[in-house]
C-alpha cells in the first residue's frame, strides 16, 4: 500500500494585534516558530516574550548561576533580533517544571497582566511525530499555559491576582502551539526566515555547548525543518501550529 503524503496546512489566522509566547526556556521559541514571530512584528504586531525558566540547567560545562545570566542575555539579544522588545523569566527551575498551581497562577498572572489576543507556546504532546519523546519541562509548561489562560478568564480562580490588581482576561481566542505533531495550520515565513536563523545563533553559547549535531546547526536544522512544512504550506519555508480554539 502507498503511504499517502500528509494533508495541506491551512493558513493561521493572523487578524489579530497582540501575542503572549509562553515557553519553558530561553532558545525554544528559537526553533521553528521565532521567524513567524519576525514576520508578525513586521506587520506591526506586539508579541512579548514569557520564559518560565533561565534554562540555568541547559549547559552541561557551565555552573548553574552563571549559566542563568548568560542564557538571560542570549534571550533578550535572539528576542530583539524578531522585534520582540519585551522577555520576561519567571524564575521555576529548570529541568523539573512541574506542573501544577503555582505554575498555573504565574502564567494565569502573565497573561491576565499583558491581556494577549493570541498566546502561543510550543509543542506539550508526548512526543515529536510519535517518533522522538518529548521533553518533561516543555510537556509541563504547555499544559499549564493552556489551563493558565483559561484561569486568567476567571475572576473566582486564583482570586489574589484580582486583589494584586490584575483583573481577569478572556480575551485569548486561541492557544497556538509550536511544532506540534497535531498542528494542522502554518505561517509563511519564507521572507523572514534569515532572522529566524539569526535569532537561534544569538543562542551561541547554548549551541556551542550541544557540541556537534544537528541541534547545534541553526540554519541547517531550520532550512530542513521550515522546508518541510513550507511544501504542505504551498510556500518555500514555513512554521507549523497546532491550533486550540477558546471561543
Not at 516543555?138 to 484580582?162: C, K, M, P, S, Y
Request: with cysteine.
Amino acid at each position: 500500500m502507498t503511504e499517502q503524503p500528509p494533508p495541506p496546512f491551512e493558513p493561521v489566522d493572523e487578524d489579530w494585534q497582540t501575542a503572549l509566547a509562553i515557553v519553558a526556556h530561553p532558545d525554544d521559541m528559537e526553533y521553528g516558530a521565532a521567524a513567524a514571530v519576525a514576520r508578525w512584528t513586521a506587520q506591526g504586531k506586539t508579541v512579548v516574550y514569557v520564559m518560565v525558566t533561565s534554562g540555568e540547567a541547559g549547559i552541561d560545562g557551565m555552573d548553574p548561576e552563571q549559566c542563568r545570566a548568560v542564557r538571560e542575555q542570549e534571550q533578550i539579544a535572539s528576542a530583539a533580533i524578531v522585534g520582540v522588545d519585551v522577555v520576561e523569566f519567571l524564575g521555576h527551575p529548570d529541568g523539573v517544571i512541574e506542573y501544577g498551581l503555582p505554575l498555573r497562577r504565574d502564567i494565569a498572572r502573565a497573561v491576565r497582566r499583558h491581556r494577549p489576543d493570541i498566546v502561543i507556546t510550543t509543542n506539550f504532546r508526548d512526543t515529536y511525530g510519535g517518533v522522538f519523546p518529548n521533553q518533561a519541562d516543555h510537556i509541563a509548561v504547555g499544559r499549564a499555559t493552556l489551563d493558565g489562560v483559561r484561569d486568567a478568564g476567571n475572576r473566582w480562580v486564583f482570586r489574589e491576582l484580582t486583589a494584586e490588581g490584575h483583573e481577569p482576561w478572556d480575551g485569548v481566542r486561541q492557544v497556538w502551539a509550536a511544532a506540534s505533531p497535531d498542528g494542522r495550520h502554518a505561517v509563511d515565513t519564507t521572507e523572514h526566515f534569515d532572522a529566524g536563523v539569526a535569532s537561534l545563533e544569538a543562542h551561541r553559547a547554548y549551541l556551542d555547548g550541544l557540541g556537534e549535531g544537528p541541534m547545534s546547526d541553526a540554519a541547517g536544522f531550520l532550512e530542513s525543518m521550515s522546508r518541510a512544512t513550507g511544501t504542505r504550506l504551498g510556500v518555500r519555508y514555513a512554521s507549523s501550529f497546532e491550533v486550540i480554539p477558546l471561543r
